[in-house]
């Protein structure tokens, strides 16, 4: 297929796990793609495996600042926009009796003021037609223990994938929201526990998922550009859980 021939996106977070796969099946089928990422080490890695018309921009959409920035960035170049996916975000979870004010808001920096502050920095970009992708949480729903700010964040983002719909539609602009169930990324090992722990904790998820195993970012990613393609023309403010059934069944 050849969904995205002619068409320019943006991934955020694009330089591993589920921003890289989602960044990859855009190259794939005809995406000029653009992936922000805070290291740029592992910017420059997908950028080489995205070929030589991606754009690699370093980019913390924790800095309110930087929004502008990369809008300015994009605006230089003359680049306009049909899709973007907001998949940067952070995960630590931590029991209720031991989360700071750090942790905090380092999460809703991140995970709510950044994505709301991207996606208001880069509207004026989007072509008529474009779609907003959000990575939300099934955690959002299921009441995890130690997931409590991560889940709020997340909950958040799939509201704004129903206000900013309403308020983005005479645009010509739709924002639905992804929410997966546990994917193996990078990111599981950036929860902030120890070794065992985390172990410990993936085990027992797994054990809570019907099919019996994590997710892949490719099966993510497939879902991102489903939504994010004309095939999903008549879906706006919609949030399509995929999560192996495990807070379905």
């Not at 920096?109 to 992708?133: D, M």
Request: proline share 4%; net charge neutral; glycine share 8%.
């Amino acid at each position: 297929m050849n969904r995205f021939a002619n068409k320019t996106v943006l991934v955020t977070g694009g330089n591993s796990g589920i921003g890289l796969a989602t960044a990859l099946q855009y190259a794939r089928e005809g995406a000029r793609v653009v992936i922000t990422g805070r290291d740029q080490t592992t910017l420059d890695q997908a950028k080489t495996l995205l070929g030589p018309n991606a754009i690699a921009l370093q980019n913390d959409q924790g800095d309110i600042k930087a929004s502008k920035v990369l809008a300015q960035l994009l605006r230089e170049q003359d680049i306009r926009l049909d899709a973007i996916f907001i998949n940067a975000g952070v995960a630590k979870f931590a029991a209720f009796a031991d989360i700071d004010e750090a942790l905090w808001d380092q999460t809703f920096n991140v995970n709510v003021k950044g994505a709301y502050f991207t996606i208001q920095a880069l509207t004026p970009l989007l072509n008529p037609g474009a779609a907003i992708v959000l990575n939300g949480s099934i955690n959002a729903h299921i009441g995890m223990p130690s997931s409590s700010v991560y889940a709020a964040s997340k909950a958040a983002l799939i509201s704004l994938a129903k206000t900013l719909s309403a308020e983005l539609l005479p645009l010509g602009v739709r924002v639905n929201v992804v929410s997966p169930g546990p994917v193996a990324t990078p990111l599981y090992g950036r929860l902030g526990m120890e070794s065992a722990q985390l172990e410990q904790m993936a085990a027992a998820i797994q054990a809570q998922i019907p099919l019996k195993r994590f997710g892949t970012p490719e099966e993510l990613a497939s879902a991102v550009l489903f939504m994010s393609s004309a095939e999903s023309a008549f879906i706006v403010g919609t949030e399509l859980i995929i999560d192996g059934g495990m807070s379905q069944l």
